[in-house]
């Protein structure tokens, strides 16, 4: 098994010999920060610019994590198709936006800017909810009892439905978006520019992100919500309707993979078929990397994830490059797997993961 | 105990007698039906569902002796014989004419890969998500080892019909396709020894992780890690791969008008699947094999019965990772070609359907799921889409969509049939009642 003693509290772990998985883990976190610490003191403005870049890609990711994060924890159920949700809700940013209808453009007023791009914000997440709340509604809610993997491999096949339908509507190459938000610098000091992009990213992802914390501990909803994934049957005892609550769930995941799929959409500037699959799988390794099924979990590994993207792909000194992200967050995730499968945050379960 | 898993052999799937009868009749009003509708059909229509009606109807498993053997004997024959008369067999109607023989090679490989994963998620119940991997590894194998992608060297054992001149490594296409079985093995142990030990789920989740990074490191390792050694000709692959051939004939050019390339491809491809056949089969109804199904019907009952739960499993990773290598190394000499782009996601799904489609734990239902999808993929989506672009006076790319398609028939067959189409009875039997899923003590789960 994995060392027992990286599971327990600092305080007990005196006395204790450290295992030799925990020293391997220890050393190659030394030689991530030894890395860093070069890269920074050879070029410093680029490494803050890097990391503002993946503090803004963490920002996005957290929004997908969350949703993975959330369905897992009262499901306890990989949602594969939560990544191609996501892709569909910027495909439906991209036809939104782009309407000659909104007449979005580049320069436009605030007063015009902001209002056509709520109601887009709000389009995205009904068009994603109800797309999640659908699958689910097809997809898994006939498997509740059939044996575990069967759910999983409905998901997948959900996944590549959405991917194909995706395909049919907006072809297989890379659909530009229309470029409205502001370009200009918020700041721009030694070397450092911070620009309007990417603080509209965080602006629009935290009060989502607080408002998803406020409902899910202060709401009466969010009460179910907590209950059903505890215990389906004792909640459903105290007269919880615990469909509605999962459909409620993947209505809130939806939203959020909108909210993600217009920023994407518009931070990206394009948009595929096959984009909600890479994505989503990062955002998955997010949110186990966190913990799986804690949502203050899902927000920090999507963040460190975004941030180890962004300096494998911008830094010089030694980076292995966008060639290798996928492979470096996969192997990521491997061992988050195997020798901390709970996660930063989660808490250990019996079973091992 | 023994009585359930001989049954399971014996009459594996199939119906009651009266219910096979009928679906006999039934297929032959078909078959007339058919000719007067669609014109397209002849004699060999007939031939064709007499031959299946033999097959299927009489109740064959109550011969004593030979009984059990029949079906399988039948089936191999036919399969042996059909380069002679697949261009002479009837139009199936949307689908169009039966499948050419080098068609039958790729689906016979497929198959192949279907029998491999079988071993793993049927026998054993792991999700594996990446046998992509494997495949990859066994063609890679045979692509360093057959075919001039290290210069310097200049090894040749074995290999027919190359020069001595030529550089590179050359071994016998024989010889790789065992060391491939096994290298992949081997893989399959050093994947399986750390990740096994996770839930069903997470293990799908690190499979596929594997999955993903093995054919990223194929692409980019043209300059492996910066040193300039090129490894894997990156995104361009390795090209030609020798062929194999015994005597003197080589596969690829053939000998004569009776040993054609096709054929030979064909009949060593259909050697290979009975090999592959006959050990999974007798895995199955080994210790071994029993201790997977006990597995995967209750892991907890099985360790408290004393299987060991991480050598049982490791064992069938490696199985079935051993056969994806052989198919991989074939494949990769039948196309004379490996490329990264082989080694998608997709395939690995495109696998996992074959074995959910035919039904999970049965030996008939993966050759036939594994022979239908991989025909559906080499040529019936084309044939078909065709059809229905010009019946319909649509303009659908079918093929565009095909796995767009394989998720649909996953998710039906999973919600309404979820043992397949011809399961074994012992699996349907635990998809309808359940088996425990739950755990015997789980703190999150107390009280369920």
Redesign the interface.
């Known amino acids: 098994?994995v060392s027992e003693a990286s599971q327990q509290p600092l305080a007990a772990r005196r006395g204790y010999r450290p295992s030799v998985t925990a020293v391997v883990g220890l050393s190659l976190v030394a030689l991530l920060l030894v890395w860093l610490g070069i890269n920074f003191y050879k070029t410093p403005s680029d490494f803050i610019q890097i990391f503002l870049i993946g503090f803004t890609l963490g920002a996005l990711y957290a929004l997908i994590a969350l949703g993975y994060t959330l369905v897992y924890g009262i499901l306890?159920?990989?949602n594969f198709a939560h990544g191609d949700v996501f892709m569909l809700g910027s495909m439906m940013a991209v036809t939104v936006v782009g309407t000659s209808l909104f007449d979005l453009h580049q320069g436009q007023a605030w007063y015009v800017l902001w209002p056509l791009l709520i109601v887009a914000l709000l389009i995205c997440m009904a068009f994603c909810g109800g797309l999640n709340v659908t699958v689910e509604l097809?997809?898994y809610r006939?498997?509740r009892?059939?044996?575990?993997?069967?759910p999983?491999?409905?998901a997948?096949?959900?996944?590549?439905?959405l991917?194909?339908?995706g395909?049919?509507w907006k072809g297989?190459n890379y659909v530009q978006t229309a470029s409205v938000l502001p370009t200009g610098n918020v700041f721009a000091t030694h070397g450092v520019t911070y620009t309007w992009e990417k603080l509209i990213v965080l602006i629009v992802t935290t009060p989502v992100l607080l408002l998803l914390v406020w409902l899910v501990q202060r709401t009466r909803q969010g009460k179910a919500m907590r209950a059903t994934a505890?215990?389906r049957?004792?909640a459903a005892m105290m007269g919880i309707n615990v469909n509605r609550t999962i459909s409620f769930t993947f209505l809130i995941a939806g939203a959020l993979a909108g909210v993600a799929g217009l920023l994407y959409a518009l931070y990206a500037g394009s948009v595929r078929f096959d984009q909600g699959?890479q994505l989503g799988?990062i955002a998955?390794t997010a949110a186990?990397f966190g913990g799986i099924g804690n949502l203050p979990g899902a927000v920090l590994g999507a963040v460190l994830i975004g941030l180890i993207q962004a300096f494998n792909e911008g830094l010089s000194w030694h980076a292995p490059g966008s060639?290798?992200t996928?492979?470096i967050v996969?192997?990521l995730?491997?061992l988050i797997?195997?020798f901390r499968?709970e996660g930063l945050l989660g808490e250990r379960?019996?079973?091992?993961? | 105990m023994a009585s359930v898993a001989r049954s399971d052999i014996d009459t594996a799937g199939l119906q009651s007698r009266a219910l096979r009868w009928s679906i006999g009749g039934v297929l032959l009003l078909i078959a007339v039906a058919a000719e007067h509708g669609f014109g397209s059909l002849d004699i060999s229509t007939f031939y064709f569902l007499a031959v299946f009606a033999i097959i299927y109807v009489p109740p064959w498993e109550s011969v004593p002796y030979v009984g059990r053997y029949a079906r399988a004997t039948i089936a191999i024959i036919i399969a042996f014989t059909y380069p002679f008369f697949w261009d002479k067999l009837f139009t199936v109607p949307i689908f169009g004419a039966f499948p050419s023989v080098s068609t039958g090679v790729v689906m016979l490989v497929f198959i192949m890969m279907a029998v491999g994963l079988k071993i793993v998620v049927g026998y054993a119940?792991l999700?594996d998500?990446g046998y992509v991997a494997f495949y990859a590894i066994g063609a890679y194998v045979a692509a360093w080892f057959a075919s001039v992608q290290f210069p310097h060297a200049n090894v040749h054992f074995g290999a027919v019909g190359v020069g001595q001149n030529v550089p590179g490594f050359h071994i016998s296409i024989w010889l790789l396709l065992i060391a491939a079985g096994f290298l992949t093995a081997m893989v399959g142990v050093v994947i399986g020894l750390?990740?096994l030990?996770?839930?069903?789920?997470?293990l799908?989740?690190?499979t596929?992780?594997?999955g993903?990074?093995l054919p990223?490191?194929a692409?980019?390792s043209d300059n492996f890690f910066g040193t300039g050694f090129n490894l894997t000709n990156g995104p361009n692959g390795i090209t030609p791969i020798d062929s194999p051939g015994f005597f003197g004939v080589n596969y690829l050019t053939g000998s004569g008008t009776f040993w054609t390339s096709e054929r030979l491809f064909y009949w060593t491809g259909l050697l290979l699947l009975l090999f592959t056949i006959f050990c999974s089969v007798r895995l199955r109804d080994s210790r071994l094999g029993r201790a997977w199904i006990a597995i995967r019907e209750d892991e907890t009952a099985a360790a408290a019965m004393g299987v060991p739960l991480m050598r049982t499993k490791t064992w069938a990773y490696a199985s079935g990772a051993f056969f994806g290598g052989i198919a991989g190394a074939y494949y990769a000499s039948f196309k004379s070609a490996t490329f990264p782009g082989d080694f998608f996601?997709n395939i690995s799904?495109f696998i996992?359907c074959m074995v959910?489609l035919g039904g999970m734990g049965n030996i008939w239902g993966v050759i036939f799921g594994g022979a239908f999808l991989a025909y559906l993929d080499q040529e019936g989506l084309a044939d078909s889409g065709a059809w229905l672009n010009t019946h319909l006076h649509v303009n659908i790319e079918v093929p565009?969509?095909e796995?767009?398609i394989?998720?649909?028939?996953?998710?039906v067959v999973?919600?309404f049939r979820?043992e397949g189409l011809i399961p074994s009875t012992r699996r349907a039997a635990?998809?309808h009642e359940?088996?425990s899923?739950e755990?015997l003590?789980?703190?999150?789960?107390?009280?369920?």
């Open positions: 098994m306890e159920l990989i097809i997809a006939r498997l009892h059939a044996p575990r993997l069967a999983l491999i409905t997948i096949a959900a996944s590549f439905i991917q194909n339908v395909l049919a297989p505890q215990d049957d004792a699959f799988l998955f186990v060639d290798w996928q492979s996969f192997a995730l491997i797997l195997v499968p379960t019996p079973e091992g993961g | 119940g999700l998500l750390p990740t030990r996770l839930r069903g789920d997470y799908a989740i690190v596929l992780g594997f993903e990074i990223q490191i692409r980019n996601f799904v996992l959910i565009k969509y796995f767009g394989f998720g649909v028939i996953l998710l999973m919600l979820p635990e998809f359940g088996v899923e755990y003590y789980d703190i999150q789960h107390e009280g369920n």
